[in-house]
């Protein structure tokens, strides 16, 4: 699939497509999906596209909202929303399973003086709790939610998660290398569920030091998607 992207703006990257390999899964005919801060709206339209389920993005930056519209021109189901997710006004109880690559750096943190690379990385503008406890609202009964974050914030997630009666059910954690601590942790929890937590094992992404030649995992995930970027401008 080809994705727009603005030329100098904050570009989606590996961790986008880790994610939309660990939440398809869980991705059921029919189900609607919901991509919270999508970006260019890479996770969502990967994540639909098997069953060409009815999709909604909320991106709050207008660029890149901008070019998430732009590559949801061949996908009739998908609808962008150009809103801070947190007013955005979303069906409650209404989606099948919940996307997000959400903003982990906390709020006291030094922010990016580019305000897109910012609204991407600080919890100022999507505070943890309350961006789950919103989730926790709009995803249907047993409907799950799927998403990456730092993994050594992982105690903060799983916290925040089940204070917004989401439950943990599967953990992953990614290394660039399998004596290198983990980078990222992926997470599916789901409403209403009472199943135990699972921890999955770790996805390795290169396989030497020198983190220039991937695992076959993840070349697997590579050519699975297939994605190709194409950096435009707006002006």
Known sequence: MRFYQPLKGYAYNSTSLFLAHFATPFIKKGDKLLDIGAGCGVVGLLCARE???????????????????????????????HSDFLTCPLEPNSYGVLLSNPPYYP???LKSPFSQKAQATNQSYLPLLEF?????QLLKPQGYFVLCYHASLTDSLLNALQKAKLKPTLLRFVHPFYTHKASLV????RKGAKSLLTIA????????????????EVAAIYEKFKTHSIKASLA
């Open 51 to 81: 069953f060409n389920n009815p999709l909604d993005l909320v991106e709050i930056d207008a660029e890149m909202a901008y070019f998430a519209t732009l590559n949801c021109q061949n996908a009739p189901n998908a609808k962008v929303h």
């Open 107 to 109: 709020t006291n943190s």
């Open 132 to 136: 789950c406890i919103k989730a926790g």
């Open 186 to 189: 992926l997470c599916a929890a």
């Open 201 to 216: 094992p770790p996805l390795i992404t290169h396989n030497s030091k020198a983190q220039q030649d991937n695992t076959p």
